[in-house]
């Protein structure tokens, strides 16, 4: 069983915008700004689109945004694309000995 | 340009020890603030982190599997080395190195190697 929590899957059609969420507790994504978001296509290595909660590495679409509330963190992409299809993991760091925690994963479709 | 590339056994038998390594190239691990990290995916599931270890050589392990790991750098080769002893079928997995930038909080992984898939069977 993962720390952070997600839906194991969402859907939107074209132009869309979707949110998926990754909660976790007082110790790891409520208590730090330290959550990132990444995209993972079949039989890819996972790509970093959110960083710090908000923030975008150079090169990835403003399309793409994150935000947090409390113990849980959000994952927006607005003007959904077929390109976007992926899983997307959460990570955050934790205050526990745990360190580094991610995830389930969210199983993203393009209707 | 930042590249890391994971190299080790494809197959190990249960109770072998596994070793991997990481050789990367624009960086270095001697870089105050840098550092270089391990995770898993188990076939069809989610991404799990093992180990990470900083420019001063600080290390960090997942405390579920600490027993079993150890991680080392060789700053002179653009190597980070894993090391997981008593590998069990569920061990199974591609297993990915990551960079870890200066201004990255932990955990943030900004660039990854391809992976390898390591299988544990008899």
């Known amino acids: 069983q993962s720390a952070l929590t997600q839906p194991a899957s969402v859907s939107g059609s074209p132009g869309q915008s979707i949110t998926i969420s990754c909660t976790g507790t007082s110790s790891d994504v409520g208590g730090y700004n330290y959550v990132s978001w990444y995209q993972q296509h079949p039989g890819k290595a996972p790509k970093l689109m959110i960083y710090d909660v908000s923030n975008r590495p150079s090169g990835v679409s403003n399309r793409f945004s994150g935000s947090k509330s409390g113990n849980t963190a959000s994952l927006t992409i607005s003007g959904l694309q077929a390109e976007d299809e992926a899983d997307y993991y959460c990570?955050?760091?934790?205050?526990?000995?745990?360190?580094?925690?991610f995830g389930g994963g969210t199983k993203l479709t393009v209707l | 340009q930042i590249t890391l590339k994971e190299s080790g056994p494809t197959l190990v038998k249960p109770t072998q020890t596994l070793t991997l390594t990481c050789t990367f190239s624009?960086?270095?691990?001697?870089?105050?603030?840098?550092?270089v990290g391990w995770i898993r995916q188990p076939p069809g599931k989610a991404l799990e982190w093992l180990a990470l270890?900083?420019?001063?050589?600080?290390?960090r392990y997942s405390p579920s599997l600490k027993s079993r790991l150890t991680i080392t750098k060789d700053t002179s080769k653009n190597q980070v080395v894993l090391t997981m002893t008593n590998m069990d079928p569920v061990d199974t997995a591609t297993y990915y190195c990551?960079?870890?930038?200066?201004?990255?909080?932990?955990?943030?992984?900004?660039?990854w190697g391809q992976g390898t898939l390591v299988t544990v069977s008899s």
């Open positions: 990570s955050s760091y934790t205050s526990s000995s745990t360190y580094v925690v």
């Open positions: 990551a960079h870890k930038g200066i201004a990255a909080a932990p955990g943030v992984f900004d660039y």
């Open positions: 270890i900083y420019w001063d050589d600080d290390k």
């Open positions: 624009g960086f270095s691990l001697s870089t105050s603030g840098v550092g």
